[in-house]
């Protein structure tokens, strides 16, 4: 089930190492391709323009108790090289990479004997066509990741910010598979889920009892990749979100309006990864 408590847990702070020793930031998410019965591949995904040019990456998990409770302290981090490692999307416009992450889970499970506590995000989590079309032009929305690097460290928990939709999720902006929202995008944002969040009303009687409703829905609609800025020339042009922490803007101005790839997108990485036994 997706809400606010798993979502905390589907998302983690990428920190990635280049050949000048430099480090820039952006945030990965993990999800589920190839999903069955008896199959799902977990991956983790974020933007190609957040490990470009690194030579390693890293990132912190949360381990839990035996109850299934998180245990919030001593947290465990991977270090892994970055060649070879991560695969494009398919389409080259896409600006998404992703690897596995079922070997990372091995790995503590088998040979340290720990659980890790996370979750990803599935694949009927991604509204259909129809309903994607169904969204209004002023959707609320909500933003998972770890804008300018900040984190809650102390809990290894990521920051929720909430904005609108600036675009119809459902129609292509420009003509391009992107959609805009009305929210600070921030480095450290880049490869941030999406999500639209439709709040529930509820009708209730003088006595507290509820009479009728709705209730809340989530649905993940994409994944941040970029945003406008407005040049001292005049000119506006859309680029990638910066993953430089010490990244500042001089002449170019925010529009504070980010660039969201669809969700749906991601089923097209069933196409790279094989499908497990």
């Given amino acids: 089930m997706i809400n606010t408590e798993n979502i905390a847990y589907c998302v983690t ?4 190492f ?4 430099s480090v820039s930031a ?29 030579v390693e990456f890293q990132f912190k998990l949360t381990l839990m108790d035996g109850s299934g409770n998180p245990i ?26 992703a690897t596995t992450f079922g070997n990372i889970l091995k790995h503590f499970e088998t040979e340290l004997k720990s659980k890790i506590r996370w979750s990803r995000i599935m694949p009927d989590n991604i509204p259909s066509k129809d309903i994607a079309m169904s969204f209004s032009e002023l959707e609320d929305v909500v933003m998972v990741g770890y804008p300018i690097g900040i984190s809650d460290e102390f809990n290894n928990r990521p920051i929720f910010r909430k904005g609108v939709t600036a675009t119809k999720p459902g129609l292509s902006y420009n003509g391009k598979r992107e959609f805009l929202i009305d929210i600070a995008a921030f480095p450290g944002s880049s490869g941030s889920p999406v999500f639209l969040y439709k709040e529930g009303f509820n009708v209730v009687n003088s006595a507290g009892d509820r009479l009728a409703g709705r209730d809340d829905k989530f649905y993940f609609v994409g994944i941040l990749w970029g945003g406008h800025e407005h040049l001292a020339t005049g000119k506006i042009e859309s680029k990638p979100i910066p993953t430089a922490l010490d990244s500042v803007y001089r002449s170019n101005i925010p529009a504070n309006l980010g660039l969201v790839i669809p969700s749906e997108v991601l089923l097209e990485f069933e196409t790279v990864f094989q499908k497990p036994n």
């Fill in 13 to 16: 702070r990428l920190h990635c």
């Fill in 26 to 54: 952006g945030t990965g998410f993990f999800f589920g391709i190839h999903e069955g019965k008896e199959t799902l591949l977990p991956i983790l995904v974020t933007n190609k323009h957040v490990i470009k040019d690194s």
């Fill in 72 to 97: 919030l302290k001593d947290y465990p981090t991977i270090r892994i090289p970055t060649k070879g490692y991560w695969v494009d999307h398919p389409d080259p416009k896409i600006d998404l990479c």
């Fill in 18 to 21: 280049k050949a000048d020793k």
